[in-house]
């Protein structure tokens, strides 16, 4: 079954920086724009930054942009959220799945990472 894995999260004061890994069991990332994804409870969930399946594209959330990088290494299957100058409104759990396409179904879902940045 395939399975999206994030890990990387933490707690960290504002002003600090954390590194988002995405990877996936039994499925490739290899062709697929991949994006990360952020939710707080009560709130929809929300794209912070997408990249093109050859790294050639990014886009960015307005609220991240300067601060946040997505990278990839698809040999490697994992897909990296790059984290600096954090906010207390950067708190949410962080997702990863496909972007700029269908909405990615939901049971594709993985538990996501939990960041959370203190004042």
């Known amino acids: 079954q395939v399975q999206l894995v994030e890990s990387g999260g933490g707690l960290v004061q504002a002003g600090g920086s954390l590194r988002l890994s995405c990877s996936a069991s039994?499925?490739?990332?290899?062709?697929?724009?991949m994006g990360w994804y952020r939710q707080v409870p009560g709130k929809e969930r929300e794209v912070v930054a997408a990249?093109?399946?050859?790294?050639?594209?990014?886009t960015y959330a307005d609220s991240v942009k300067g601060r946040f990088t997505i990278s990839r290494d698809n040999p490697k299957n994992t897909v990296y959220l790059q984290m600096n100058s954090l906010k207390p409104e950067d708190t949410a759990i962080y997702y990863c799945?496909?972007?700029?396409?269908?909405?990615?179904?939901?049971?594709?879902w993985g538990q996501g990472t939990q960041v959370t940045v203190s004042l």
């Open positions: 039994g499925r490739t990332f290899t062709g697929r724009d």
């Open positions: 799945n496909t972007a700029w396409g269908p909405p990615p179904p939901l049971n594709s």
């Open positions: 990249i093109s399946w050859n790294s050639f594209s990014t």
